[in-house]
Nanobody, 130 residues
Framework: QVQVVESGGGVVQAGGSLRLACTAS????????MGWFRQAPGKEREGVSC???????????YYIDSVKGRFTISRDNVKNTLYLQMNSLKPEDTAMYHC????????????????????WGQGTQVTVSS
């Protein structure tokens, strides 16, 4: 049974940093596009960032405009782990952050809805205080 588990959330002051991690089991991790999504209370879910599977021509990492230059996505295919390094955090980054896996070539600007990502974690809360 596939399991996706996030960790690393917490409470941080504006300007601070957090690193989220996501481990996935019972799937061949390197063959999956991976993504980070977030949802704040009363708001729709948004696709924050994604990274393509190994071997995808040219490699792809995507970020929504609001996190470009502040967040960095990476993956360790040996450890079956996805990361999201978040720097210069802002109060508007406050949300529940979810990790998801897709077995199709889907990483790109169209990930906003999360469609195509078949495996999801329960999420880790990030709270940024002003």
């Amino acid at each position: 049974q596939v399991q996706v588990v996030e960790s690393g959330g917490g409470v941080v002051q504006a300007g601070g940093s957090l690193r989220l991690a996501c481990t996935a089991s019972a799937l061949t991790f390197e063959y999956y596009d991976m993504g980070w999504f977030r949802q704040a209370p009363g708001k729709e879910r948004e696709g924050v960032s994604c990274i393509s599977r190994s071997g995808r021509s040219g490699g792809i990492a995507y970020y929504i405009d609001s996190v470009k230059g502040r967040f960095t996505i990476s993956r360790d295919n040996v450890k079956n782990t996805l990361y999201l390094q978040m720097n210069s955090l802002k109060p508007e980054d406050t949300a529940m952050y979810h990790c998801a896996a897709a077995d199709t070539d889907i990483c790109g600007p169209n990930i906003a809805s999360g469609a195509g990502f078949g495996y999801w974690g329960q999420g880790t809360q990030v709270t940024v205080s002003s």
